[in-house]
């Protein structure tokens, strides 16, 4: 009876694949393969294929999903190519067709038939995808090795950059190390990456992890590295390390060294990153092998070149002592120890005394010294036979009898019985010397007058003045106003930051100095130049003083800063009359709020009273004009009272108090020209423009203030018959009023001062508003304009007239 191909696949798994490993040894990648390692996989591919057949449809797909692709990655490190690991899944396609039909057993059937052929057909995709990506990641791998050795000339530069691409290939490694031989006994660690790695440690073969892999010449793997005892070692600490592996390294049957990777974060080392690192391993060996040998012939050609050179050297040695003994330019001589002749001089010598070398070559020695300067021959030979050198001065004379001062350096030189056998000096002419220190004496001179001129000037200075070391920052000069100024005699500092501490530096506001914000502190790090900055010092006796300090670098010719110098000038009663003069400025403003405030109660009595009897019919025509200039000048007082308390606002209250509504600037320009009409029934006023937007959030009243006022200056400084003009100018965001009047130009003294409190009008120029007063309504006028966020700027030419052009903002900037 036939069975299920599931059943048939288990019964006979091993009969399949004896069947399978006859024909797949034909591979020659395969002979030489165990029979564990050839079938690798295989088995289990086998089981699983037929658990699928034993599943229902629904599950067949999650099945196909899970076909293993193992056993191509094993057979990529066996040196297998894809052609021959597919040509292993056809052969074992085929031996379960053939045995199936051998056992006498029917045609499959269809769903049993197409289950193991899209089984088959998937481990196929699988191997051959999982080969071809593993075999181009190792193919990148060994190509970037074989890069980095190329740019590295020894192996000390190979294994840093071998090390750093596999850890960028093999992303769960966390550490790796490299370890070479070192004799017969140990291996040294070369070069490693991440922490616990002990770079020129010695491991012992044999012992730990390192050791073990390089006794047994085998792979090992741990996966708690923590726990296995062979994985702990002095220079490569591994407590943290989870997964751990390692590889020898060997070439032709000799130990290179060994190779290890682990990962803090796995337990598990997946079969592609371990293929991948023995790949890379192997490659390794041989570039390392290769790195060996040349460093091995570079340091024997090294060798062999320096010993030539040495030979070369000694050869040219004399060579050169005679070229130096007879070009030098310091007089050279050498003096028999017997009896002090000259046994031989080099030229300098010779032309320093006026003779050729021959002509004083067997001389004595005196025969050169100035017969003044003679009697001391003897002590300075014997001074030079009794120490190692010995140096003096002495006068000499030429063979014409002038004489020169000379320096003179003294060796002895012994023979093999230890006595002095010669004398070799070198002699140097001093003449230009002693000049030199002639002018370095009378500079230094001319340098202690100018210094002690600069320090009576200093004593003199009314500022405080005192300077400090760039290199040091300690404070080492300061003139006799500091004392006066601190009540304390100076002395130097250690520190430039103890000056603001001692005497108590404090800004203005009283917060204490930082150590390095202090001014001369400043130039001396940053080079910083600070021109009198406000400063609060402590007097002696404990009251406070206001000084200004300044500070500047002094820099030498290169520009490089050698010191800084401060100044401190005492400010303190001038200080305070200013303060006296503000406290009075202030007084006299709030006197001014006050009574314009007060008076405004009887005006107001006096405008209500005015104005009902101004209603009243029963005033006679005098009474009527008596009552209404009374009317006309208290309205007059009440604008001047207004403009008083705009002008207190601005300057005590922090500017003109703005009430933003929405509303239209038209209407505004409109009531302010129908007032202006009124008041000048027999000017021309014209409102130009207008087309657009106008509306914002405006100040209705203080604009219209700002109208009449311009206006109002307009008629009164304009001719009788010359037209005002008021234009509207819609500019998207802003929005600009211009008041143009012709006549004759507010004269250039006067413009840079229009918008300056109480400046009264002229004969040729506006200061006020229309009907005379304080001269507070330009005043006004730019500040309320700069309470609108807005700005106003004036133009005048004899051309051209005169235009005051105001410029707003729809809506209120920011804070």
Known sequence: ???????????????????????VRSIPAAQALTRPALRDGLPGLLEGIARMMRKPQAELASGLSAISDHHALERLGEGFDLRQVVTEYRLLRGCVLRLWSA????????????????????????AVSRYTRARERTIQALDRISAAALG??????????????????????????????????????????????????L??????????????????LVHDASRDERAHSAVVRTSDVRALYGVPLVLNDVLIGVALMGSRVSTELSEEDLLLFRAMASRATGLLAQGQARDRER???????????????????????????????????????????????????????????????????????APEARGMLPRHAAAANSKPSHEYESLHVRKDGSRFP????????????GKVSRRVATVLDITQRRAVETDRQRLLSTIESE??????????????????????????LANRQVAVLTGRPFQPMSNVDTFATLYGACHPDGTPYAPDAWPLARTLSTGEVVQGEEAMLKHEDGHTLTVLVSSAPIRDRDGELIAGVATLADVTERRRAQEAELQAARFGERLIAIVSHDLRNPLNAIHLSTTQLLHSEVLAERERRFVT?????????????????????????????????????????????EELEAAWPERTLRVAGGTGRYDGQWDADRLLQVVSNLGGNALQYSAPDAPVTLTLSDLGDTVVLEVHNPGEPISAEALPHLFDPFRRATSSHPGSSISGGLGLGLYIVEQVVKGHGGHIQVTSTEADGTVFKVTLPRVPPPA
Do not use: Y
Request: some cysteine; aromatic content about 6%.
């Open 629 to 673: 200039r009374i009317a006309r000048s208290s309205a007059r007082m009440t604008r001047m009272i207004s403009e008083l308390l705009d002008f207190t606002r601005g300057r005590l209250g922090g500017g003109i108090p703005i009430q933003r509504t929405p509303g239209d600037l038209r209407a505004v320009v409109r009531q302010g020209v």
């Open 203 to 220: 491991v012992p073969m044999g012992q730990g992890f390192a050791g073990t892999i390089a006794a047994t010449r085998e792979p090992l």
């Open 103 to 126: 056992r006498g057993h029917a045609t499959l059937r269809p769903d049993e038939e197409r289950i193991f052929h899209e089984a088959m057909d998937e481990a196929v995709a699988a």
């Open 406 to 417: 000379a320096f003179s350096h003294v060796t002895a030189f012994r023979d093999e019985t």
């Open 1 to 23: 009876m036939p069975i299920p191909l599931a059943d048939f696949l288990i019964q006979n798994r091993d009969t399949i694949l004896e069947a399978w490993e006859v024909e």
């Open 299 to 369: 340091e024997a050609r090294a060798e062999a070149e320096a010993s030539l050179k040495r030979l070369r050297e000694s050869e040219a040695g004399l060579r050169r002592w005679e070229e130096v003994f007879f070009r030098l330019g310091v007089g050279v001589v050498v003096v028999s120890a017997e009896d002090d002749t000259l046994l031989d001089v080099n030229p300098a010598f010779a032309r320093m005394h006026g003779a050729s070398p021959e002509e004083l070559i067997g001389q004595p020695l005196e025969a050169t010294i």
């Open 152 to 201: 590295s000339p020894d192996v000390a530069g190979f294994l840093p950059r071998l090390l750093q691409v596999l850890c960028e290939t093999v992303a769960a490694v966390d550490v790796a190390v490299v370890l070479l031989r070192d004799g017969e006994d140990f291996l040294r660690v070369e070069s490693g990456v991440g922490e616990g790695v002990d770079i020129g440690g």
């Open 451 to 476: 210094r002690a001129r600069l320090a009576a000037v200093l004593e003199q200075l009314p500022a405080g003045v005192f300077i400090a070391d760039a290199a040091s920052g300690r404070l080492v």
